[in-house]
Nanobody, 116 residues
Framework: VQLQASGGGLVQAGGYLRLSCKPSKTIFRLDIMAWYRQAPGMQRELVAFSRDDTTADYTESVKGRFTISRDYAKNTIDLQMNSLKPEDTGVYFC???????????WGQGTQVTVSS
């Protein structure tokens, strides 16, 4: 299973970006979708996750600014990022936990750079 991430780029502080991740497998309601990020010299951290169609949570620093969503018609997992800050800079990775196979799949990462 491959995950293709897109939507990263360079943006000024206060701007927005929308990341999209498209798995090569069909996503299902019980699959857990997540976005992680890794800043230079830092460990990879969980930014947001979505479990079924009703549960989503975010790391404290992005609450109220980021929104994770899944589009079954397009088979994508998206991350809307608003009011971006320089500390949001990093490589963003999408992750899918396949509920049936009990397996994690990772995307290749997309760079997000927020200038001050």
């Amino acid at each position: 299973v491959q995950l293709q991430a897109s939507g990263g780029g360079l943006v000024q502080a206060g701007g927005y970006l929308r990341l999209s991740c498209k798995p090569s497998k069909t996503i299902f309601r019980l699959d857990i979708m997540a976005w992680y990020r890794q800043a230079p010299g830092m460990q990879r951290e969980l930014v947001a996750f979505s479990r079924d169609d009703t549960t989503a949570d975010y790391t404290e620093s992005v609450k109220g600014r980021f929104t994770i969503s899944r589009d079954y018609a397009k088979n994508t997992i998206d991350l809307q990022m608003n009011s971006l800050k320089p500390e949001d800079t990093g490589v963003y990775f999408c992750n899918v936990y396949d509920y049936n196979r009990r397996t994690h799949y990772w995307g290749q990462g997309t760079q997000v750079t927020v200038s001050s």
